[in-house]
């Protein structure tokens, strides 16, 4: 296929991407990623060297928009004035479970769009199955959430709570919790993934399954390709991204079925990437659990060096001094990721501002990544849960790309998620910060 035909193919935006891959066009198990539809004989981790290296990166009208609808000054003006036609990919821009704002986490799809949006880094979430095989999926009870299985009658009779009807006239809501660990690879990989919602007052699975705010959208979950993560990591490797898997929490009693510890759960993660011959240096794993991230610094160096502590604790007078840093520091924690609200505070002048949390990170050597921009819903309100620090300086959408400059120029942070990567692309690009670390 001649070089200029194959440009033409990558050459799709978001949209187009969705229409080719509608329902119908093709079967689930033989989907490639948008614009490689030619492709389909192509082994996958071949995808990604046979386009040369560089793909397209579509940024869409919101990024724009945003900066339209932020307050006048210096920072509009630069951002107005970007030349965005040059556009590299970023490690700044971290996909949040892929590009969740519109399309199903944790999917193929979700994480297509989030490559295409130029994040440089996307978000596997680790979780295990009954079988004991490492699936992507924001949380071990999730399933009844993020995936169709409570309108699977064999499957869902499998979950830890089958579904049990809403009871309108007393106002009972509905039940169901399904986990991973309760169905098998083969059953999970049967599933369909869909926005990350439900109604409480369902009174059929249909019902149940509906729910998406109204500031998401279903237009693109009319398919949602689960993914495995070796799976993840191959699709990974031909869209040209790097790698952030998080080992979740299990919700169930560890070692699972008294041989699987969290340790075993630790080193398999690891291990996947060893298989597939990812370096170190392209995996930053993640955990809530300090335990976990001292596990890899101590027997996986190498991938240790980049593990991240998440940080959801309240802040203390403890947890946020100094001397908290630096015994992080001294254990072998290279980098901490809180969520945005505790990096920020309100000046005297009511201006956005590091906090002490976050000048302590900093002053002890700890990077910092932030957690999650465009997740809030609009922001005219305040920002909700992840602006509680800087509420009384929040009061449009445009405001988002003020807390990100913010946490760039002034925290330092080395990376943002997103659930709209596009975003934190626009602003790596236009600020001068697109480069890899």
């Excluded at 800087?390 to 946490?407: Q, S």
Aim: aromatic share 8%.
């Amino acid at each position: 296929m001649k070089l200029r035909k194959i440009l033409g193919l990558l050459l799709c935006t978001v949209a187009l991407t969705v229409a080719q891959a509608a329902p119908g066009k093709s079967h689930p198990d033989s989907w490639v990623p948008p614009g490689l539809d030619d492709w389909k004989d192509v082994p996958a981790q071949s995808w990604h060297k046979r386009a040369g290296g560089k793909q397209p990166i579509h940024l869409g009208p919101r990024p724009f928009w945003l900066v339209e609808n932020m307050d006048e000054g210096p920072l509009k003006e630069r951002l107005q004035s970007c030349n965005a036609r040059q556009l590299k990919r970023s490690d700044f821009s971290i996909g949040h479970r892929g590009a969740p704002l519109q399309f199903p986490e944790h999917t193929k799809e979700s994480y297509v769009a989030a490559a295409q949006m130029g994040a440089g880094i996307v978000e596997c979430d680790v979780a295990f199955t009954k079988d004991r095989e490492l699936v992507c999926r924001h949380a071990q009870n999730d399933l009844h959430t993020t995936t169709n299985i409570v309108a699977v009658p064999e499957l869902n009779a499998k979950c830890t709570q089958p579904f049990v009807p809403a009871d309108p006239a007393s106002g009972t809501p509905a039940q169901a919790e399904c986990r991973t660990s309760d169905i098998t690879l083969a059953e999970f990989k049967s599933l369909k993934g869909k926005m990350d919602a439900y109604n409480p007052m369902a009174t059929t699975p249909e019902e149940y399954l509906a729910g998406t705010a109204d500031w998401r959208t279903d237009l693109y979950a009319s398919r949602g390709t689960l993914m495995t993560h070796r799976e993840s990591i191959e699709l990974f490797k031909a869209l040209g991204v790097k790698f952030t898997p998080e080992l979740k929490s299990p919700v169930v009693d560890m070692p699972f079925e008294g041989d699987y510890s969290q340790q075993d759960y630790a080193r398999q993660m690891i291990q996947d990437y060893i298989d597939a011959g990812v370096r170190p240096e392209d995996v930053w794993p993640q955990s809530f659990n300090l335990d976990d991230v001292l596990f890899w610094v101590n027997e996986t160096p190498r991938f240790g060096r980049q593990a991240v502590f998440l940080d959801q604790s309240a802040p203390t007078t403890e947890n946020t001094s100094l001397a908290y840093m630096e015994s992080l520091k001294a254990r072998g924690v290279n980098i901490l990721a809180p969520a945005l609200w505790k990096m920020l505070t309100l000046d005297s002048y009511g201006e956005i501002v590091p906090s002490e949390y976050a000048e302590n990170a900093r002053t002890a050597g700890l990077d910092l990544i932030a957690w999650t921009v465009e997740r809030s819903g609009p922001l005219e309100n305040g920002g909700g849960w992840y602006y509680q620090t800087v509420t009384d300086a929040i009061n449009n959408d445009g405001d988002m790309l003020t807390v990100i400059d913010v946490l760039a120029r002034e925290v330092g942070v080395i990376g943002i998620f997103s659930d709209w990567p596009a975003t934190t692309t626009f602003y790596a690009n236009c600020m001068g910060i697109a480069q890899s670390r």
